[in-house]
C-alpha cells in the first residue's frame, strides 16, 4: 500500500478524476488545451506501463456552447441536453490526444444502478478488466442524459472514489483547481494548506464548502466524501490541481495526501459498505449491534427484534440498531416471510421447531460489511 505521495510514480493502477473546474476557460466553455495537457500526461504515464483510468467531468460545460447557453444549464432536461452534446465532444478530443501517444481510450457512461446491483456491478468489473488489459485507458464520466433525477451519482468525485474501489487501484487522484485542501475557502485572506490528512473523518478546524468553481459540482465537501470512501477502503487519494498532473505522478506535486485508513478490503466488503442499495431492514438488539461491529460475529436471528420491508434470500438488506441507525450491511440468507416467526429464537430452537434449514445465520459473516462513522452522506 502506498504510504506516500512521493510513491505514486510506484502505484500500478491509478484512477484519475479531472473536474470541470480543470477542463474550461474562463468562460465555462470546453479548453482544450487543458485536456490535452492532461491526456498527454496521462498517455505518458500508460505507455510507462501504469495503469490508468480516467474519470472526466466537463461535458455539461463543453454543451453550453454549441447549445448557446450562456451559465448553468436551468434545469434537468438541459443539463441532461447539454451533457449529450457535450459528452460527444469531449471523447472526441480525448480520443485524439491519447492517440497522439498510440493509447486507445474507451468511454464508459455510468449511473448510479450500475454500482448499486450486484450483476450489474460485476459486469462493470469484467469490462473494466478486458479494457485495461487490452492496454486501454477506460475514459468513465455518469451517464447524465439518461441518470434518473433521484438515481445520480450527482458529482464525479464520488464515481471515482466507487471506480477507484471497483477496479481496486492502488491511489485515486483528484485534480481540481485547487492544490489542495486547506483550512478554510482558499480564496481568504490567511487560508492554510493541509499536505497530509490521516483520517478524513477526524478532520477538525476545517472550513469547506459545496460550491467551487463557476463549473463544477460538489466543490470541496464531495471531494472530501470522495477521499473517505476511498481512503476507507484501503485506498489513498491525492488531491491537487490538474496542472500539477505530472509532478503528481513524479511524487512532488503540492497537494493533499489522504493516507488509507483501513486495509485493502474485498470488492464484495466494498460493495456491500459502499454501493449496495437493499429493500429491507433488520432491526438488532444492543447485543446484535455490538457483536456486529466488534467485528467476528455472523447475526442470528437470536438477535433481530423486527424485520422491515420485502426482500428475497440473497439480497442485500439494511441491519440498524433500534434508533434506526445503520450499522452494517449483509447479504441476506432467509426471505423476509420466513424471518418474523425465527425472530428472538435460538439456533436450537430453530432448529427444533422449524427443521434444519432454518439453523443457518440469517446473515453470515462474510456477507456483512460493517458501516463505519464516515463523513455524511458519502453514499
Ligand atoms: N477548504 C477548502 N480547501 C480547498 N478548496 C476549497 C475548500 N472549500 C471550498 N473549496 C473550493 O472547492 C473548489 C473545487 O471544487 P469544484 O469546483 O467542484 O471542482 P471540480 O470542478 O474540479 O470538481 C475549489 O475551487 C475551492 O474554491
Ligand atoms: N457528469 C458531469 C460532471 C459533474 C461533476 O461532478 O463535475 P465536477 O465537480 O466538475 O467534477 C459532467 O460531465 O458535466
Not at 504510504?3 to 484512477?15: D, F, G
Not at 459486469?123 to 473494466?128: H, I
Request: hydrophobic residues 45%; charged residues 25%.
Amino acid at each position: 500500500m502506498l504510504r506516500t505521495a512521493a510513491e505514486l510514480s510506484t502505484a500500478r493502477r491509478v484512477v484519475v478524476k479531472v473536474g470541470s473546474s480543470s477542463l474550461t476557460g474562463p468562460d465555462g466553455s470546453l479548453a482544450v488545451d487543458r485536456l490535452i495537457a492532461v491526456s498527454d500526461a496521462l498517455a505518458e504515464r500508460r505507455v510507462a506501463g501504469q495503469e490508468i483510468v480516467l474519470v472526466t467531468s466537463g461535458a455539461v460545460a463543453a454543451g453550453r456552447g454549441p447549445l448557446g447557453l450562456s451559465g448553468r444549464p436551468r434545469d434537468t432536461p438541459e443539463a441532461q441536453a447539454a451533457a449529450s452534446v457535450g459528452q460527444g465532444l469531449l471523447i472526441a478530443h480525448y480520443t485524439e490526444a491519447f492517440a497522439a501517444h498510440g493509447v486507445p481510450v474507451g468511454q464508459v457512461l455510468l449511473t448510479a444502478e450500475d454500482t448499486i446491483r450486484r450483476s450489474r456491478y460485476r459486469n462493470a468489473v469484467r469490462a473494466f478488466e478486458r479494457l485495461i488489459a487490452a492496454g486501454v485507458v477506460p475514459v468513465i464520466n455518469e451517464n447524465d442524459a439518461v441518470a434518473p433525477d433521484e438515481l445520480t451519482f450527482g458529482d464525479n468525485d464520488r464515481l471515482a472514489a466507487l471506480v477507484a474501489q471497483l477496479v481496486r487501484a492502488d491511489a485515486l487522484v483528484l485534480l481540481t483547481d485547487v492544490d489542495g485542501l486547506y483550512d478554510g475557502p482558499p480564496g481568504r485572506p490567511g487560508a492554510r494548506h493541509i499536505p497530509v490528512v490521516e483520517s478524513v473523518d477526524a478532520l477538525e478546524g476545517v472550513e469547506v464548502t459545496g460550491t467551487g468553481s463557476r463549473v463544477g459540482t460538489g466543490g470541496m465537501i464531495t471531494k472530501l466524501q470522495s477521499a473517505s470512501m476511498a481512503t476507507s477502503s484501503g485506498i489513498p487519494v491525492l488531491l491537487t490541481t490538474a496542472a500539477n498532473v505530472r509532478a503528481a505522478f513524479a511524487g512532488t506535486a503540492k497537494g493533499t495526501w489522504f493516507h488509507a485508513t483501513r486495509k485493502r478490503a474485498s470488492r464484495r466488503q466494498v460493495w456491500l459498505e459502499h454501493a449496495a442499495r437493499g429493500n429491507g431492514k433488520l432491526v438488532l438488539d444492543d447485543g446484535a449491534v455490538r457483536a456486529i461491529v466488534d467485528g467476528t460475529a455472523s447475526l442470528l436471528a437470536a438477535g433481530i427484534v423486527r424485520v422491515e420491508g420485502d426482500f428475497r434470500a440473497g439480497e442485500p438488506v439494511e441491519l440498524v440498531d433500534v434508533q434506526g441507525a445503520v450499522v452494517a450491511r449483509g447479504i441476506v440468507a432467509f426471505d423476509a416471510a420466513e424471518l418474523p416467526e425465527m425472530l428472538g429464537r435460538s439456533t436450537r430452537e430453530l432448529r427444533a421447531e422449524l427443521g434444519d434449514r432454518f439453523e443457518r445465520e440469517v446473515v453470515h459473516r462474510d456477507d456483512l460489511a460493517v458501516v463505519r462513522r464516515r463523513t455524511d452522506a458519502a453514499r
